[in-house]
DNA sequence: CGCTGAATTCCATATTATGGACATGAGTAT
DNA sequence: ATACTCATGTCCATAATATGGAATTCAGCG
């Protein structure tokens, strides 16, 4: 090598760039920034070596190498693009997902953070279902079950749950979960907190489905962009003035944002936050 | 390096193996090998040495590499599996991946190869949707059109397409495609051929949809192994013997299963054969 | 409290990846 | 036709990079 090439020197040049790594897969890891640049879309050998800041000549080894192995698709007069391979594993990982097992460790880690109960909970028809639970380390105890349903427009959870969807399923689903004996509440007054809830990614329960209990929930987004889950902390309200409760806020949020990485999302992924507002 | 290590040596050893790539680029190849091993579950960093053939040291290196960019998972007692990185590659892939697009290249091979035109279809509400067609090289011409419906159970490449439905789908389609208009078939005949044709992953148009028009068609799977599209190649039945079908059988399904590569499929894919048959 | 079976770190070595220069090929303008 | 351009593909001497054996740490377990 005539020319010095330091991963630094070209920092400034490549976009993405090399996180360098534990230090001896420079090449590996060189691999996967082309994969990442193949993912815009088609690019030219030229235009990927300048994006990587690597010679063309080792761009073009290493191109191909992962259009052998179908990770990569070279089209002449287009490019290279992303390949088949990267389809399969997608749809086999999918397949092996599990979101319980995924937000275990970060919810354990939320919980031990605020000492409170923190929940995770899905859509299951019209209600949410819980999936689970890990106590919180203070006296009060809370009362909700793994495997139990509660309304959608009451708990927090559901309120996260119900985040992306549109206006008229909140008014149906309003509507049903309060003839169903509840303490009456002013749709109104509901809509404007949902509407709160939904510029903030994140809702409360204000003691609405069970007294004296207040909770702080998030959604929790997949691949797609898509709301496949929700989290939430919850405590005895004495626990969780309303400072607290904003407090509560970036924590949640984070939890729930670390557990959608986990399950494939990322900020700029498809349909970031174009809500789905259909029906 | 005190032990001379030939990637040949140990091909014995290796269970997927390295095909030696361009060679340049062993880094990058073990890395895949990598992946493609954590794929089939969770595996002990020694496990995965010894499945791949290499020193424990470099597996660990390179498997952290691609911890680091989350193709890879590690959990402690657990051991070494795919991370979120493929979800998010997966979601992205299938997003901006279109049938006609890819399957293109491989429709003109097999019209170049049989003369006869080759058509791509998917299903939309009851009907076969024609989304492609190369036209032969034959005097005569078939007279579909891309953007045209036609009936599902009545024409090659309708048939291949339902080949996973349920048999009271089958019939709940064929009722109501005799229903308009065209000449009797008799049901238990056709669902007679119907299951030689799912034994077959092919399926025949006998001159049933139009007159002298015969045709060989196979369907085209996609990652999760659901059909999604189907091909044909049609021509005038004085083209189409009974035994030219039956050797155009290979082509065709083999083109359909090109396709269905490109698009994530593999044989050993999830739901390979599994027929879905609901209600 | 010392095993056992794992992951992790270290470092001298030579194998592997590198990139400059050159070759080829397909459109396109002349 | 023929030269030009912009693209991908190939070669090979060089040195930087990846390698793996050995030593180390870590976490359960008996």
Redesign the pocket.
């Known amino acids: ?7 630094t020197d070209m920092a400034s040049v490549a976009e993405k760039a090399e996180a360098k790594g ?9 691999g996967l920034d082309i994969i990442d640049a193949v993912m815009d879309g088609p ?7 300048a994006k990587l800041g ?11 190498a992962l ?1 052998e192995r179908r990770y990569v698709t ?1 089209m ?2 287009i ?2 693009q992303f390949g088949p391979k990267l389809l399969a594993l997608g749809f086999l990982a999918q397949q092996r997902t599990d979101v319980v097992q995924v937000a275990r460790p970060h919810l354990e880690a939320l919980a031990a953070q605020t000492e409170d109960t923190v929940h995770l909970g899905v859509i299951e028809g019209d209600l949410a279902l819980y999936l689970d639970k890990i106590p919180g380390r203070r006296r009060v105890e809370i009362s909700s079950r793994v495997g139990e349903r509660q309304p959608l427009t009451s708990t927090g959870l559901g309120k996260a749950l119900l985040l992306d969807e549109a206006e008229a399923r909140w008014r149906q689903l309003f509507e049903r979960d309060q003839a169903s004996g509840s303490p009456k509440a002013d749709y109104a007054a509901w809509l404007e907190r949902m509407k709160g809830y939904v510029e903030a990614e994140r809702s409360f329960d204000l003691e609405e489905n069970e007294d004296l209990i207040r909770c702080v929930a998030a959604p929790v987004r997949d691949a797609s962009g898509r709301i496949v889950a929700a989290i939430s902390v919850s405590s005895a309200a004495q626990y969780m003035a309303d400072d607290r409760m904003q407090a509560l806020t970036g924590d949640v949020r984070e939890t729930a944002e670390a557990i959608g990485r986990d399950l494939g999302w990322s900020e700029t992924a498809p349909t970031p936050r174009a809500r789905t507002r259909r029906s």
């Not at 090598?1 to 991963?7: E, G, P």
């Not at 534990?22 to 060189?30: E, H, I, N």
């Open positions: 090598m005539k020319q010095t090439r330091s991963n534990p230090a001896g897969s420079q090449t590996l890891m060189r690019i030219t050998l030229a235009d990927l070596a690597l010679n063309r000549s080792t761009t073009h080894r290493l191109a191909n259009i070279f002449p007069r490019g290279y």
